[in-house]
């Protein structure tokens, strides 16, 4: 079997059988092609070389209707409202931005972080709203948790939650690379923020920077999200939320995202398939088995809300940890590379866009109008029947 390419169209020759692909359904040819449907040969037949060519010149119009790229470079959102194309989702995201904002928002000096995000948004046009949850201390005294919320409206009032810590305790004391790690995830969100409102959206996107604030950063001291999971429940507002995911300690230099045990699985695998096919399976490994991970979605997974999903390096270590700065001119983001960012970056936005075409379609099947109950049992009596109306 012979294989070549017409205008990005695949054409496969079969002894002297011309076929051509766009789709993937055929198991006779590579994948990402299938037969554009016609009349078929009878058995035995063989057309001759000129011929064959001249059916390939009949066939050019529908080529070039045609597509067989594989499907991760294929994933496409819809157009924009004024008709320009869109790249590839895993060519849309910049990490060289995100590392660009890495470095801003790892600057020492108070506030550093929280001012680049806030005029960063403030730039691009994006209304940023400061939620505030009270917090008293140890001490009685009572401070206040600001996080940074905005929300990417779509075409369905139910949402994704996407959340990312860019404050807390040690956060501004820390040494440059343990900043740049605890800072990563916000980084990286940012410039998906960027990307996906670009694009037509089937769910609203809110955003949450969070402030984790307390007395430490990992498990039960991450307070920040865990009085903003409890002020979302009280509210009603994790109603409706379809994907809750959290990016955290996402650009070290020996990037290992870990496997949450605490995730839900059918999200957590997206990310794991689309990083196979996009390349990346050594920073999204399975040989390292499942985890137990450290990060804000444990707030909201212990409130019972199920689809949640940790994207985040444990193999960094424990965030309480962070120890203090004694050399402030060092490289402010030491330990991370650019290409770890780009990585989870393009595999998240992937991701995101498959999975929420997947719910539209679990969506459009739970919503599609059923027969009437005549239609489908007409031959049930009354009395074969539930209080509900249903057949027992």
């Not at 865990?226 to 990037?255: I, K």
Request: charge should be negative; hydrophobic fraction near 40%; include cysteine.
């Amino acid at each position: 079997m012979s294989e070549w390419s017409l205008a990005g169209v695949c054409v496969v020759k079969t002894s002297s059988v011309f076929r051509v692909g766009g789709s993937g359904r055929d198991g006779g040819l590579p994948r990402g092609c299938y037969h554009l449907r016609g009349r078929a040969l009878p058995r035995g037949r063989r057309e001759g070389p000129l011929k064959a060519a001249v059916s390939l010149l009949v066939l050019a119009p529908f080529m070039l209707l045609l597509s067989c790229a594989d499907p991760a470079k294929r994933l496409q959102a819809p157009s924009t409202p004024g008709g320009a194309e869109l790249v590839a989702p895993e060519e849309a995201f910049s990490g060289a931005r995100a590392w660009s904002d890495l470095q801003a928002m790892s600057a020492p000096g108070e506030g550093a972080a929280r001012g680049h995000l806030e005029e960063s948004l403030a730039l691009s046009g994006f209304a940023v709203e400061e939620r505030v949850t009270p917090l008293r201390d140890e001490s009685g005294e009572e401070q206040e948790l600001v996080h940074l919320e905005l929300l990417l409206p779509g075409a369905s009032g139910d949402r994704f939650v996407l959340l990312a810590p860019y404050a807390g305790p040690g956060f501004e004391n820390a040494s440059p690379s343990a900043r740049s790690q605890a800072l990563s995830g916000a980084a990286l969100l940012l410039e998906l923020i960027r990307v996906l409102s670009e694009r037509q959206l089937p769910y609203s996107i809110q955003i949450l920077f969070l402030d984790e604030g307390g007395g430490g950063l990992a498990g039960e001291n991450r307070v920040g999200s865990r009085l903003l999971a409890a002020s979302m429940e009280e509210r009603h507002e994790l109603e409706g939320v379809r994907l809750l995911v959290v990016f955290d300690r996402v650009c070290g230099a020996e990037l290992q995202i870990a496997r949450d045990l605490r995730s839900q699985r059918h999200h957590r695998e997206h990310f794991w398939k689309v990083a196979r096919e996009l390349g990346y399976a050594e920073a999204f490994s399975a040989e390292r088995g499942f985890e137990s991970v450290d990060a804000s979605h444990r707030a909201f997974a212990d409130l019972g809300l199920r689809p949640v999903v940790a994207i985040a390096d444990s193999a960094y270590g424990e965030r309480e940890a962070l120890p203090p700065s004694s050399e402030p001119s060092q490289d402010a983001v030491a330990g991370c590379l650019p290409e770890s960012l780009n990585a989870v970056g393009a595999v998240s936005l992937v991701s995101l866009l498959r999975i929420g075409e997947r719910l539209v379609r679990i969506d459009r099947f739970t919503t599609q109008p059923l027969a009437s109950q005549e239609s489908v049992s007409p031959s049930v009596p009354p009395a074969a029947q539930s209080d509900s109306g249903a057949p027992r």
